[in-house]
């Protein structure tokens, strides 16, 4: 079996990316060992403080942070970074090639009940001319990320990562290496499983509402098909569960937070996420356009997110552009 580095290297990963993805899975693999103490660590709860979305940090959002930070301002590939944790960038290296965003413990609604949660990362190269310690040097569209990639803390722990050249997962070993186990993942094109947290269906748009009524109209509705659901809140999970068996997963707009395009964050879940599931064959959009496409405008921006098999969210887009094309209608009507 091939270990991670020995897989980069092979696929000709320029050498300080795969340093610095090595540098990364140091620090995952340490909040890994923490997840494996759990409670005997004394990791576990909440913490009295809010992060800069008005979250209630856990332990382990602040424990995986520091980890991660630490490691990365150590080194000198990194000039800056933005983490889901921190209210404003960290500048690192100035002379470094490579500025990093990411969610250092996603689903961590999961972490008191020993359920699945992961870390979400995304590379961009640095751009001169830019302070690392202000958001303006980070605010790239997804499409130029570099690399981007998730670690999954389940049963086993797995890295899912993508360089711009397919996805490929490696599983860690009790040795502490990553070892290859799943090459060129490819989604399936069509799916009869969905993901969306049901419980605000009161709050979402008429698009997704007639979508998701369709998905439960099963075999009799327009959509000809029975579908299952599942919801496990952890972003991570989710999206490997896409990737290995394909589906489609939603967190749209809701009229909880109307101004907010979404909950989800564009920076550090949006655009790493999207990258994968589009190396993989799949499709990832805001409900109008692609994700990657999207051009941030800040660091904690959200975003609405549909991603999944291709077929499923060009339906979910199909609905969206046929309701703006009513209302268009309708607004000339009454003109
Ligand atoms: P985080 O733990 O980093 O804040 O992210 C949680 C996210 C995502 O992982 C998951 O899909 C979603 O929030 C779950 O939201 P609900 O609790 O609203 O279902
Ligand atoms: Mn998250
Ligand atoms: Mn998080």
Same mark, same amino acid.
């Given at each position: 079996?091939q270990?991670?580095t020995q897989f980069?290297k092979?696929?000709?990963?320029?050498?300080?990316?795969v340093?610095?993805? =090595?540098?990364?899975?140091?620090?995952c693999?340490?909040?890994?060992a923490?997840?494996?103490?759990?409670?005997l660590?004394?990791?576990?709860?909440?913490?009295?403080?809010?992060?800069?979305?008005?979250?209630?940090?856990?332990?382990?959002?602040?424990?995986?942070?520091?980890l991660?930070?630490?490691t990365?301002?150590?080194?000198?590939?990194?000039r800056?970074?933005?983490?889901?944790?921190?209210?404003?960038?960290v500048?690192? =290296?100035?002379?470094?090639?490579?500025l990093?965003t990411?969610?250092?413990?996603?689903? @961590?609604?999961?972490?008191?009940?020993?359920?699945?949660?992961?870390?979400?990362? @995304?590379?961009?190269?640095?751009?001169?001319?830019?302070?690392p310690a202000?958001?303006?040097?980070y605010?790239?569209?997804?499409?130029k990320?570099v690399?981007?990639g998730?670690?999954?803390?389940?049963?086993?722990?797995?890295?899912c990562?993508?360089?711009g050249?397919?996805?490929?997962?490696?599983? +860690?070993s009790h040795?502490?290496?990553?070892? +290859?186990?799943?090459?060129q993942?490819v989604?399936?094109?069509?799916?009869?499983?969905?993901?969306?947290?049901m419980?605000?269906l009161r709050?979402w748009?008429?698009?997704?509402?007639?979508?998701?009524?369709?998905?439960?109209?099963?075999?009799?509705?327009?959509?000809?098909k029975?579908y299952?659901m599942?919801?496990?809140?952890?972003?991570?999970?989710e999206?490997?569960?896409?990737?290995?068996?394909?589906?489609?997963?939603?967190?749209?707009?809701?009229?909880?937070?109307?101004k907010?395009p979404?909950k989800?964050?564009?920076?550090?879940?949006g =655009?790493?996420m999207?990258?994968?599931?589009?190396?993989?064959?799949?499709r990832?959009? =805001?409900?109008?356009?692609?994700?990657?496409n999207?051009?941030p405008?800040h660091?904690?921006e959200?975003?609405?997110?549909v991603l999944?098999?291709?077929?499923d969210?060009?339906?979910v887009?199909?609905?969206?552009?046929?309701? @703006?094309?009513?209302?268009?209608t309708?607004e000339k009507?009454?003109a």
């Amino acid at each position: 079996m091939q270990r991670l580095t020995q897989f980069l290297k092979h696929n000709e990963t320029p050498a300080d990316l795969v340093e610095l993805i =090595n540098l990364l899975m140091s620090a995952c693999k340490e909040i890994n060992a923490k997840l494996n103490d759990g409670e005997l660590a004394g990791i576990l709860g909440a913490t009295q403080t809010e992060n800069i979305q008005g979250e209630t940090q856990k332990k382990l959002d602040v424990i995986s942070n520091d980890l991660i930070k630490l490691t990365l301002s150590e080194s000198d590939l990194v000039r800056g970074m933005a983490s889901e944790e921190e209210d404003l960038p960290v500048a690192c =290296n100035p002379e470094a090639p490579y500025l990093v965003t990411f969610d250092p413990l996603d689903g @961590s609604s999961n972490i008191d009940i020993n359920v699945t949660v992961g870390t979400i990362f @995304s590379v961009l190269e640095a751009q001169d001319g830019f302070d690392p310690a202000e958001e303006h040097a980070y605010l790239q569209p997804g499409y130029k990320q570099v690399a981007a990639g998730y670690v999954l803390y389940g049963p086993s722990c797995i890295l899912c990562l993508t360089t711009g050249d397919g996805v490929n997962m490696f599983t +860690l070993s009790h040795n502490g290496e990553f070892y +290859l186990t799943r090459e060129q993942v490819v989604i399936p094109e069509s799916t009869q499983e969905f993901a969306i947290n049901m419980s605000n269906l009161r709050f979402w748009d008429e698009p997704i509402q007639r979508y998701v009524g369709d998905l439960l109209a099963g075999e009799e509705g327009p959509l000809g098909k029975r579908y299952n659901m599942r919801w496990i809140a952890s972003m991570v999970a989710e999206v490997h569960r896409i990737l290995t068996r394909g589906g489609i997963f939603m967190y749209p707009w809701d009229s909880r937070e109307p101004k907010k395009p979404g909950k989800l964050r564009l920076m550090y879940e949006g =655009n790493p996420m999207s990258m994968l599931i589009e190396q993989a064959g799949g499709r990832s959009i =805001n409900t109008q356009i692609d994700i990657m496409n999207v051009q941030p405008k800040h660091i904690h921006e959200r975003v609405s997110v549909v991603l999944g098999s291709k077929q499923d969210v060009e339906t979910v887009l199909k609905y969206h552009q046929e309701a @703006s094309a009513k209302a268009k209608t309708a607004e000339k009507t009454s003109a």
